[in-house]
């Protein structure tokens, strides 16, 4: 069973900074980050393949997100700049143990952490 522990979540002013942080109990996974807020379903936000090579973005988070990995460290970042209030949400790390890495479904995930909560205020 594959474990998933987040980190790096908190409060930040609109504008501001925030890095994510994932680290995995197991190697050679395609690796994503969602968020979810109150109400509604989960979202797909960005994935990174393994070994690194090749990203993707939701296009609310295009120019502001990037999502890198350490793979010696079997770790998993999110680095968001220029948050705005509707980046509020729970951001959760999830991982699938296949090589294709494109899937924006949450149900192609079957490992996730157990969320960090991000605060922008305006």
């Known amino acids: 069973q594959v474990q998933l522990e987040e980190s790096g979540g908190g409060a930040v002013q609109a504008g501001g900074s925030l890095r994510l942080s994932c680290v995995a109990s197991y190697s050679r996974l395609c690796m994503a980050w969602f968020l979810q807020t109150p109400g509604k379903e989960r979202e797909w936000v960005a994935s990174i393949n393994e070994p690194g090579t090749r990203t993707t973005y939701a296009d609310f988070v295009k120019g502001r997100f990037t999502i890198t990995r350490d793979s010696a460290k079997d770790s998993l970042y999110l680095q968001m700049n220029s948050l705005k209030p509707e980046d509020t949400a729970i951001y959760y790390c999830?991982?699938?143990?296949?090589?294709?890495?494109?899937?924006?479904?949450?149900?192609?995930?079957?490992?996730w952490g157990q969320g960090t909560q991000v605060t922008v205020s305006s």
């Open positions: 999830a991982a699938r143990p296949y090589v294709e890495c494109s899937s924006q479904r949450r149900d192609a995930y079957p490992y």
